[in-house]
């Protein structure tokens, strides 16, 4: 799971610096694999204008530049690009400068008998994209002599998280936020859904397969106008390594990292009737986003009209009915699939996709509505059209759950002594709910005495995994942070080697540790 830093920010409100982030993330279980700050391979490349172009004399295909790169000495650089001429402005790699595509280590040289300082650089050589047709070519308000890095905003970690297959709710950046802000790095920003005014009745969707697909959600908003994504967008899905498409589908991949909800975009114009969620038919198939063709079966859930199968329920759509540049009117699908009936799928497709790892370890089944209008508001915002109401088919599986729980069975599980006000305050801050009384010790001619007690915890619907109270007790010790678990020795089992630890090795390192730096 990839997200940047800024990215990151948007949800959670903290003065943490990275290092206390990354050190954060890995004591409450959230391992990071790797950080990445796409800046510092690009702080030798700056932004620079092109004062003249003249055809070289040696090559009908190269032409000798003049370029200011800032320091008010003009450069000779030999470039091929067919885009160069005088007056763009562009980005620069200075003399020692390493190409970062194949690392290459720029220096002056002579190009066909003409000297050539630098290299004016496309988006592949810096890889920041495929594009190799030509350089990069910038507004004209572009500051020349400025760090190429700095100024398009490209100053900003990337974090790649290891997800654990149980911990569904951090397959979104909001909720490595929540985390975070559970282990007291701040405060969690709250999500703003959209009211959406739907004009007309919703589109025609049913289920018919509820093992499968038990709530299939959707919109469809007219009158829009695909394009280019907005500059943000695309530089948080490039960031992470996502290509940006076009505004439609990227508004889809959009949520999916930053909530956690995949979706899916229908060109309407594709469409015979009304879409159903339904089992396969032997002899289907369906070309899949990706190229491929895949033959489907009875074993699994698909989205059809009345002419097609277009879907791979919750893993991947078809090619036919995606979003194009010409789309008009789309259809917004946003379903709950049942993780088992992914899981089978995506093995004997032998298919994986992003929306399958979500959903195949379970996505937030009560955030179908929210996730709707949150997506109906994007494509409106950055597309235009206007919205039907919503169709419901279905339910969602979002039945409430609770949880018995006693706060002094934390230090009986884990070995932990954490307060009970601490422990409430953990549970919440990760949205479980708390009510009842704890127990405790009361004394009694003084004398103290266990008084019995258990709390209710209600048990967020993001939290398919927590089904009893040791996993309550994970929760509270993950959040203190795994480093307070004592090291216990265990019996000496005859035949095993005695322990080489003294005496006193062995009880120091069981002593309790002491909360109140988080308290």
């Not at 050539?116 to 050589?125: D, V």
């Not at 149980?166 to 909001?174: E, F, I, L, P, Y």
């Not at 959406?196 to 709530?215: F, K, L, N, Q, S």
């Not at 695309?234 to 439609?248: E, T, V």
């Amino acid at each position: 799971m990839k997200f940047t830093l800024s990215w990151l920010k948007t949800h959670l409100k903290t003065d943490a610096d990275l290092a206390t982030i990354l050190k954060t993330l890995n004591a409450i279980g959230l391992e990071v694999e790797d950080v990445e700050n796409p800046a510092e391979k690009l702080g030798a490349f700056k932004i620079a204008k092109i004062l003249t172009a003249d055809r070289h004399p040696q090559a009908d295909k190269l032409q000798v530049l003049s370029v200011d790169h800032g320091d008010g000495n003009p450069l000779q650089v030999v470039c091929g690009a067919p885009n160069a001429r005088a007056g763009l402005i562009g980005v620069f790699g200075v003399e020692g400068a390493v190409v970062p595509v194949n690392g290459m280590v720029l220096k002056k040289t002579a190009i066909r008998g003409v000297e050539s300082n630098g290299m004016m650089c496309s988006t592949r050589e810096l890889e920041l994209g495929d594009d190799h047709d030509g350089i990069i070519e910038l507004a004209g308000d572009a500051p020349v002599g400025e760090v190429y890095a700095n100024w398009a905003g490209l100053n900003d970690p990337v974090i790649d998280v290891s997800i654990t297959p149980n911990r569904q709710d951090c397959m979104g950046v909001r909720g490595i936020a929540r985390d975070l802000a559970a282990a007291g790095l701040g405060t969690l920003n709250a999500i703003i859904v959209p009211e959406i005014a739907g004009v007309g009745p919703g589109p025609d969707v049913r289920t018919d397969d509820v093992d499968g697909c038990p709530a299939f959600f959707a919109r469809s908003v007219k009158g829009v106008t695909n394009g280019a994504s907005p500059e943000w967008m695309a530089r948080r899905l490039k960031a992470i390594g996502q290509k940006p498409i076009s505004a439609l589908v990227d508004i889809t991949n959009y949520i999916m990292i930053d909530l956690g909800r995949p979706l899916h975009v229908y060109d309407m114009a594709t469409l015979k009737g009304g879409l159903v969620a339904r089992k396969g038919k032997a002899g289907e198939e369906v070309l899949a986003l990706n190229g491929k063709t895949y033959a489907i079966d009875e074993t699994m859930t698909v989205i059809a009209d009345d002419a097609a199968v277009h879907d791979i329920g919750g893993i991947m759509g078809g090619e036919h009915s995606g979003a194009q540049d010409g789309t008009t009117d789309v259809l917004i699908e946003c379903a709950y699939f049942t993780p088992e009936r992914i899981a089978v799928t995506g093995q004997k497709l032998a298919l994986t996709s992003d929306a399958r790892g979500r959903f195949e370890r379970g996505v937030d089944p009560a955030f179908l509505d929210d996730g709707l209008s949150i997506a109906t508001s994007l494509v409106m915002t950055l597309c235009g059209g206007a919205a039907s109401e919503a169709t419901r088919a279905g339910t969602p599986p979002a039945t409430p759950r609770t949880v018995a729980y006693a706060p002094d069975q934390c230090l009986a599980l884990a070995g932990v002594d954490v307060p009970h006000d601490v422990q409430k305050r953990i549970l919440e801050s990760l949205g479980f709910g708390v009510s009842g009384e704890a127990g405790g010790i009361e004394y009694q001619d003084g004398v103290p005495v266990s008084v019995p007690g258990h709390w209710t915890i209600s048990v967020p619907t993001w939290r398919r995994d927590v089904d009893g109270w040791p996993d309550i007790v994970e929760e509270v010790v993950r959040i203190v942070g795994l480093d307070h678990v004592p090291s216990t020795p265990l019996p000496r089992v005859p035949g095993v080697a005695r322990p080489t630890a003294t005496a006193e090795q062995l009880v120091d390192s069981n002593r309790r540790l002491p909360l109140a730096d988080f308290a």
